[in-house]
């Protein structure tokens, strides 16, 4: 099957200062892009009368927009690299250096806690994973809150741009499962059906594209949440964590807000734009395949967001039998809402609880409900989304290729009728999909035993393993038997997490493709 073709330009070419500033590497324009951000949490810092906080992102605004403006003048009238390389690179350096940058009006502003803490918030917060070192939302103040769920928004900006103007033309990021080419290599053939067309230019593109979508999901999303009764600050934290699948609550989660269910539905719609790239954009792979309900990742996604909740709800009968619990028509409907909306959650990567989640738990009987979490935040969203996990088009080609292997032992001579595109899903696309699989297992491995060296336990360590690698931060505190302090673990343990998160948020793949010689070649 073919490549996403690339959004068709709008507009003419940008001439003076903004041809200027789209020629700088990626990693300079976001750089200046987050100098602007601090804006918001300084004027908002003002206006609740936190100066503490007002000065210190303006402050620290001001002094990155100095830094920005001395590179960008040194780096005027040089010929900008387009190979495919820098914007993959610059990709990397953003989520491992720009928390450096988030990290310091935080630091000011909250001075009773050490830096290696607010440089994991700023991480966990950019790669959308949603781990907190503060358990206590009250030690944060609400200007930090919102900085944190900014930072996660303008993360999951960053996904959503990068999954179609970086990682789709070098057939990463899920999208190697339906390329023609090998993942890490650029498509020539791609590269001529849509025209000499460079990476910062598709980057402009992209964004002007899905900017004005994305802003435009959130402020609906936080107008209704606020309709609905909650406060202003929360539902806007509410809101940008929703869409960018981070998780952030600057009230400790969803189940503790004030809206109950009819939120929680609100919230539970907006989800699904996590499950497939096709809830709100037609530039990908399975575009062509009929439409959003015949997209295999969305039906995967809802078939997992019904299945699994029924079945917890019937095991109140099957398995739980030794369970005392009083069948009441209002607690069980409690229960498979507490089901639904926290299996959806945890599917996308955004690791909300909904306050009816205790009853769904104690309807079932079931004692390891962490388990269950842990599997859906490891299936993932969809391709090219804010969700993280192994993603569903790879657990889709996985499943395709079972099926007809499957086949291929009664009718051993058969071939394939799906057609070129179910071919290659069945054959290459599945294998590559498994060894990105293998490589999960190989990274949570690694990352569990590095953990265990540090001194944390093994139940701890899988649990935090899998909690930065498939960016559901909120793991930590729901699938274990009682919730991991985070901020006790020491700084190697700290540092370890950190570098799972980045490795989580790009994908193994990704990371060997920067390793590649062809493409520093290119």
Not at 33 to 58: E, T
Not at 115 to 124: D, R
Not at 263 to 287: H, I, P, Q, W
Not at 409 to 421: D, T
């Amino acid at each position: 099957m073919t490549q996403p073709t690339s959004i068709r330009p709008t507009g003419n070419r940008p001439t003076g200062i903004r041809r200027e500033i789209v020629q700088l590497p990626l990693f300079l324009q976001l750089f200046g892009v987050s100098a602007v951000s601090m804006i918001l949490p300084s004027i908002h810092g003002l206006v609740v009368n936190d100066h503490l906080a007002s000065r210190a992102f303006l402050y620290a605004g001001l002094l990155g927009l100095v830094a920005f403006t001395l590179i960008a003048i040194a780096h005027a009238g040089r010929k900008p690299l387009d190979g495919a390389l820098g914007p993959l690179l610059s990709l990397l350096s953003a989520f491992v250096f720009l928390p450096v940058f988030f990290a310091v009006p935080f630091l000011e502003a909250l001075p009773t806690t050490r830096f290696v803490n607010v440089y994991f918030e700023m991480v966990s917060a950019l790669t959308t994973t949603g781990a907190t070192m503060f358990e206590n939302p009250a030690r944060l103040s609400d200007t930090l809150h919102l900085w944190r769920a900014q930072v996660g928004w303008m993360g999951g900006l960053l996904m959503w741009v990068t999954a179609s103007a970086i990682l789709a033309p070098l057939h990463l990021g899920g999208f190697e499962v339906t390329a023609q080419a090998e993942p890490g290599r650029p498509d020539d053939r791609m590269g001529a059906r849509m025209g000499k067309i460079t990476p910062r230019q598709r980057l402009l593109r992209t964004t002007q594209a899905l900017l004005p979508i994305y802003t435009g999901l959130t402020l609906l999303l936080w107008l209704l949440l606020v309709i609905g009764g909650e406060t202003a600050l929360v539902a806007l934290c509410h809101a940008m964590s929703v869409m960018a699948t981070s998780g952030i609550s600057p009230i400790g989660g969803v189940d503790n807000a004030q809206i109950g269910v009819s939120g929680e539905a609100v919230m539970m719609l907006f989800m699904l734009f996590a499950l497939s790239r096709l809830t709100f954009s037609k530039d990908t792979v399975t575009a062509t395949q009929g439409g959003l309900m015949t997209d295999p990742e969305f039906r995967i996604g809802l078939l997992v967001v019904i299945g699994v909740p029924l079945l917890l709800f019937a095991r109140h009968w099957i398995g739980a039998f030794e369970v005392e619990v009083e069948v009441d028509g209002a607690r069980a409907l409690q229960a498979l809402w507490g089901g639904l909306f926290t299996v959806l959650s945890f599917l996308t990567t955004t690791g909300f609880v909904s306050e009816h989640w205790s009853d769904a738990q104690s309807w079932s009987g079931l004692r390891t409900p962490g388990l269950v979490l842990m599997g859906l935040a490891l299936i993932g969203g969809g391709v090219a989304t804010t969700a993280g996990g192994v993603k569903l088009l790879r657990v889709f080609a996985l499943y395709q290729n079972g099926v007809r292997e499957m086949d291929r032992l009664v009718y051993p001579n058969s071939v394939s009728g799906a057609g070129a595109a179910g071919r290659r899903l069945q054959s290459n696309g599945a294998f590559i999909a498994w060894i990105f699989f293998m490589l999960f297992a190989m990274s949570l491995a690694g990352v569990t035993l590095l953990l265990t060296l540090t001194g944390t336990s093994f139940d701890a360590a899988v649990v935090m393993s899998v909690a930065t690698l498939s960016t559901t931060g909120p793991l930590i505190e729901h699938a274990a038997d009682t919730p991991i302090r985070l901020i006790e673990l020491g700084l190697a343990a700290k540092i370890i997490l950190s570098g799972a998160m980045v490795l989580g948020r790009l994908e193994t793949l990704a990371i060997i493709a920067l390793m590649t010689p062809n493409l520093w070649r290119a």
